[in-house]
């Protein structure tokens, strides 16, 4: 029978895949703004960003409260403020200011890359402690 041990290796594991995901949405959203992509690709780009971000940013944060995480509040701030990024790329996308995109698109790169090195590592290893 399956452990909350192995529960939580699996876990992390999935948290792994979804990180490459969402790193390899971003590096997606910025190839089609430098390559200067119809506004509907990048439409779309953008909508699977924001519904996948969303989507793993609330499973990473039950996992956290599962596992009584003690920095829940910090990390789901970083989390709250990468969505606010991401939107505002959505709003400069939606009001056609289309040249401030790429800017931001890698900025909000440069955060979730730090965010997975940091904030995220310091959750796998608290969850791989088992404390
Ligand atoms: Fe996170």
């Known amino acids: 029978?399956?452990?909350?041990?192995?529960?939580?290796?699996?876990?992390?594991?999935?948290?792994?895949?979804?990180?490459?995901?969402?790193?390899?949405?971003l590096h997606a959203l910025c190839d089609a703004v430098r390559e200067k992509r119809d506004a509907e690709s990048v439409g779309e780009i953008l909508?699977?960003?924001?519904?996948?971000?969303?989507?793993?940013?609330?499973?990473?944060?039950?996992?956290?409260?599962?596992?009584?995480?003690?920095?829940?509040?910090?990390?789901?701030?970083?989390?709250?403020?990468?969505?606010?990024?991401?939107?505002k790329i959505v709003a400069d996308h939606t009001t056609g200011h289309s040249s401030r995109i790429l800017g931001k698109a890698e900025e909000v790169l440069g955060y979730i890359d730090n965010h997975i090195a940091t904030s995220d590592k310091r959750f796998a290893d608290h969850v791989r402690r088992g404390t």
């Open 1 to 25: 029978m399956a452990s909350i041990s192995d529960f939580n290796i699996a876990s992390t594991a999935e948290t792994d895949r979804e990180h490459r995901v969402l790193l390899c949405l």
């Open 47 to 87: 909508e699977q960003l924001i519904a996948f971000g969303e989507a793993h940013f609330t499973s990473e944060e039950l996992l956290m409260r599962l596992n009584s995480y003690d920095d829940y509040e910090n990390h789901a701030d970083e989390h709250i403020h990468m969505l606010d990024m991401l939107n």
